[in-house]
């Protein structure tokens, strides 16, 4: 499928800061909070939310009456007759929620998507699954994030054993590794130049913290909390995370909270929507991809021969690349079997330093690539982006200037 109908109305888009684990974000609810955000950042565009006539939530983590999904915050947000899906792709949800706002405005059933995306992997839900019949009548718990991590649905191994599944299968050393991790890290620091002026096109900062009704400040952040401070020689002390492995924690990213937002639009609605009607923002293609169980870190290089074939493109074509990595091999491994450059891909930042709330994370990185095409002068852009179950799924973002095309 193309998406000609499909617009991103420039500046249209944000999102909070990302918070480590048990940090400052860590008492919100995490629907409530996509509702809080949207609100305020509605406002500050002058967008009314009588716009709106589809709207779309991805979450992969429970919260109290998250059962009632999507109309709940698209209520809370103003878009009282509006309804859409909850959906969830584990790591690939952000992206699988713009995709799917994308398709609805495609195929002519809406002409204005409001997409949210939120999760918080702090103080996460603990399940119980009554068993009558199980032994003693008891059932099984669950932790859903911390036990699913550690224990493949179908194969029972852990994520981390896909890194080094895929270490072992590529050659990758821990030297390697802590190699990309530096040039990662020195990336992120290019979007907290000047001020954080890369960050302050699409985050509100400093960031207003409310309490857990939302009425009230309980304190304030000036960027994404959580971010490690890496050297060589501090990479260099960090032992394997796995006996006899390669991956260290600095080589992995951490769990955070976080929530972003994005709008979609008919290229009519979209001008009259962007804070520059000069730039045209599409999607050129999204494509998916699985590989063989307990690879999952090779899932991004599957979708992105998937996307290109979509879109009629090459790799050499791309601008930009941007991948959620929670694991620092999943870039090289990318590097590898692609040809790119592992130290041009993944300007301003990623999920591998700034953290990894699942729900937000793709939306995050759409967003970013949005603003480095910009900066570029517009061209084609890469996302792709790994997720449990050993999937992906990516997009080819294209900017244009309206006056020149």
């Not at 979007?191 to 400040?217: D, G, H, I, Q, Y």
């Not at 309980?218 to 260099?236: C, H, P, Q, W």
């Not at 979609?264 to 730039?279: F, H, Q, V, W």
């Amino acid at each position: 499928m193309s998406f000609e109908r499909v617009e991103v109305p420039y500046g249209a888009y944000w999102s909070t800061p990302f918070a480590k684990w048990q940090g400052k974000l860590q008492h919100l609810h995490s629907m409530k909070l996509a509702a809080h955000v949207a609100k305020v950042e509605l406002k500050k565009r002058d967008i009314s939310p009588e716009v709106f006539d589809f709207g779309t939530l991805g979450m992969t983590l429970p919260q109290f009456q998250s059962f009632y999904g999507a109309p709940w915050p698209l209520y809370e947000i103003g878009l009282k007759h509006v309804v859409g899906p909850t959906m969830t792709q584990v790591c690939s949800t952000g992206a699988r929620v713009v995709l799917a706002g994308a398709s609805e405005i495609q195929v002519g059933l809406a002409t204005t998507a409001l997409v949210l995306s939120t999760d918080r992997t702090s103080n996460g839900a603990h399940v119980y699954y009554p068993a009558p019949k199980g032994p003693g009548g008891t059932g099984q718990t669950e932790d859903p994030m911390l036990y699913n991590f550690s224990n493949d649905a179908i194969g029972g191994h852990s994520m981390l054993d896909t890194a080094e599944n895929v270490a072992e299968k590529y050659q990758i050393s821990t030297k390697e590794q802590n190699d990309v991790v530096l040039r990662r890290y020195a990336q992120y620091q290019d979007a907290l130049a000047n001020e954080k002026a890369f960050l302050k096109t699409f985050m509100t900062l400093p960031f207003s913290v409310p309490k857990p009704n939302f009425k009230a400040e309980d304190s304030v952040m000036d960027g994404d909390e959580g971010i490690f401070a890496t050297t060589e020689e501090g990479l260099a002390k960090l032992k394997p995370a796995k006996q006899g492995g390669t991956v260290t924690f600095g080589g992995q990213t951490h769990p955070a909270d976080g929530s972003c937002g994005m709008i979609l639009a008919t290229p009519e609605k979209a001008r009259a929507l962007s804070a520059n009607p000069d730039i045209q923002i599409t999607f050129k293609a999204f494509g998916q991809g699985r590989v063989d169980m307990g690879w999952m870190p090779l899932a991004p290089v599957a979708s992105t021969k998937e996307v290109l074939k979509n879109a009629g493109l090459k790799l050499s074509d791309m601008k930009a690349v941007k991948t959620h990595n929670p694991f620092v091999v999943n870039d090289i491994a990318f590097a590898r079997e692609t040809g790119y450059d592992v130290n041009a891909m993944n300007n301003y930042g990623c999920s591998l330093i700034w953290g990894h709330p699942q729900g937000a994370t793709a939306t995050r990185l759409i967003i970013e690539l949005i603003e480095e095409m910009v900066k570029l002068g517009g061209g084609y852009g890469l996302f792709t982006g790994c997720a449990a179950g050993d999937s992906s799924l990516a997009t080819i973002v294209e900017v244009r200037d309206r006056k020149a095309a």
